[in-house]
């Protein structure tokens, strides 16, 4: 059962790839396609929309199909948008082909964590979720400063070519290993609908959005506050940000194992509150190098930490119909993305200094820690109830 969790985790793998590299090429892409570096950030705010957009829509196209199908169905999406963008013509076109790459990113996220959730007892499931986004960890950790290497010498077309490979890849361990049990009852869209009119999950989605806000804050601007405010040289940015996908990488795997042994429900109050108090403190430390360092390995290890938590409260509060909702999450990581970003960008330019990001960030973890709370508190009265 842990093989076949592989493939998912490779699909993961090219997923962050296309997310992150491209961030890293933009100067390459911008230069090939002759348009400026902030025109070609919109290659960036594209991809984000198709997320947010294809999660719950393409989620809900394909619910009658089996699990390992859709699986398959998405990842061969994913493949085929990454072909099509290593031989767009122009810059336009290479916009719209990241919008629709896109759109599959959160429903296979959504759909692989019910599978891999499916194949192991029920005490493992948060590391089996858990061991589904170490793909997406490991990307930025290794696969992410490798595609932009290659994308540097060889041209940013070669990089994404080789995303393709690996996306192709995850569709043939999918079809080989993952297990025909693990496709699970085709669901039913009015099921999968009525899961939005429930508080617990529907607190958990705004705890996302709002919560994990706070990551972004801080991570879209890691570069600047590093060599503006920490003092360290351009050329240590891509050693910081290894750093960052390092504590992303151990935090996915910490996160798992709390998440199965704790309430995972206390695991989302825990993280939040420290991750908002390290953003808080972030404010003064980022001045010093060996404590700015610090600070970015704990902000990915907290983030990350958080996924297998969510999930897992997800998948009991919407039990009967878990798929579309698995897959909202990850548009809720998006917009969450949008919004730390836009607001670390506000305060930026109002003149507040480079420390302001962290202090958003700060604050928008804070709010996600009391809804987390809330979330806590309403679970405990339910059971409460049940019991009586």
Known sequence: MRIAILPLALGTFAIGLTEFAVMGLLPQIAQGLDVSVPAAGTLVTAYAIGVVVGAPLLTALSLRLPRRLMLMLFMGMFALGNALAAVAPSFGVLVALRFLTGLPHGAFFGVASLVAASLVPQARRARAIAAVFL???????????????????VGWRIAFAVIVVVALASVAGIAVLVPRIAVGTPARLRSELAVFTQPAVLLVLGMIVLGC??????????????????????????????????????????????????????VMVALLAAQAVLLAVAVVALHTRWLAALVVFGVGLLGLALIPAVQSVVLDAAREAPVLASAAIHSAFNVANAIGAALGGMVLAAGFGLGAPSAVGAVLAAVGALLALVSLRVSARRRAAAVV
Do not use: W
């Open 213 to 266: 806000g706070g990551l972004f804050a801080f991570y879209s601007y890691i570069a600047p506050v590093m060599t503006g405010l920490a003092g360290f040289g351009t050329g240590a940015v891509p050693i910081l940000l290894g750093v960052f996908g390092l504590g992303m990488t151990l935090g996915t795997v910490l996160g798992g194992r709390l998440a199965d042994r704790v309430d995972p429900r206390r």
């Open 135 to 153: 793909g997406l960890t490991v990307s930025n950790l290794l696969g992410v400063p490798a595609a932009t290497a290659l994308g540097s010498v």
